[in-house]
């Protein structure tokens, strides 16, 4: 494997370490910490969760178009996680949004530092894997 | 073959940290619950909540229940059998904890069939008829009264009851304790003072088991 293709197979990698690792975290505090995943969550979710199993099957064999298949779940992903921080963050009214029954999706559920909510982890997330996939189509050979 | 195995390295790690993070977290948890609730036992048995069994028994199990939540319905009958293999060693206190909407109105007409010496059957009754009047996990109360016909209850009385303030009161301060004892779900279980370690039948017969095993003891 040439060493372009390495770096490219690196950039991909990490970008399925970020996908594993929102995803078990996600997990861990519906399944295990007993925290109701809201609406939106939810939408995260089913954005996030598929970019485990497409990027992991991407790196073997190493399939540099896999950025084309996943980019469009990350990029849709960072657009409803950014739309959840700006709920939480009160710049739109929460009855502009699909959450009527159960956890309203402006609830902070937890805090950390004062500033890490979970929708801030997740747009972090899905911003990473985002710049990470177009950094590894960027680098793709004329 | 390098980036095979780093690969695997990554998702074993993640694996284990989510399988050994859950473990410390439950445990910790059961830690802090234990101890919260041998901290507020005041909170967890009320003289005057309805109960069935011998007053003085060994083992007193204390439910937090909703009478529109189908897995304590479920769990009736089998806390009953249970009672019935130990008689005279088990009693059973109940604590309202009308989380689903419309429950509370429920709960209300059961405490003031209490008054006219009907709750068992109330309860049951209730309990038989649950996917009568309850859909899409909210509770209306105006579909119960069928199912409490054959029971003979003055329900001119009944309603009066209803909306007395002692029972209002009683609810609320049941939903207090419910969250001093940090009971969010139900039903949920404390047998003499203690939660059940996790949520299940055979979790509260084993425990039911230690306490009486402890109770014969001494």
Known sequence: MSDMNDSRW??????????????????????????????????????????????????FPFDPKVARYALPLAVIGLAVAAFHLLLVAGYIPESLTPC??????????????????????????????????????????? | MKQKNLFIAAAA??????????????????????????????????????????????????????????????????????MAEHPGKIRLSLRYAPFHPGSEAVVKALEAARKQGQFRQTLEALFASQNDWV????????????????????????QNDMNSPAIANMIARDLADAKTMNVTMTPEYFVNGKPLPSFGFDQLRSLVGDALISANAK
């Open chain 1, 10 to 59: 690196t950039l991909v990698f990490l970008a399925w370490l970020t996908a594993t690792l929102a995803t078990l975290s996600a997990l861990f505090m519906s399944e295990v910490m007993g925290f109701a995943p809201c609406v939106l969550c939810w939408y995260q979710r089913i954005f996030m969760f598929p970019l485990v199993f497409i990027l992991a099957l991407g790196l």
């Open chain 1, 100 to 142: 009527r029954q159960g956890i309203p999706c402006s609830t902070v559920q937890i805090e950390w530092f004062g500033f890490v909510t979970i929708p801030l982890l997740s747009f972090l997330a899905f911003l990473v894997i985002n710049a990470l996939l177009l950094a590894s189509t960027l680098r793709s050979p004329k």
């Open chain 2, 13 to 82: 790690l993640l694996v284990v940290a989510f399988v050994v993070g859950a473990y410390f977290y439950k445990l910790q948890h059961a830690e802090q619950a234990a101890q919260m609730a041998a901290q507020n036992q005041v909170a967890l048995v009320r003289a005057d909540a309805p109960s069935f069994g011998n007053a003085d028994a060994p083992v007193q199990i204390v439910e937090f229940f909703d009478p529109a939540c189908n897995t304590c319905r479920d769990f009736y009958p089998m806390v009953k059998a249970l």
């Open chain 2, 135 to 158: 859909q899409n996990h909210t509770a209306n109360v105006d579909s119960i009264w069928r199912a409490l016909d054959p029971l003979g209850l003055d329900l001119g009385r009944l």
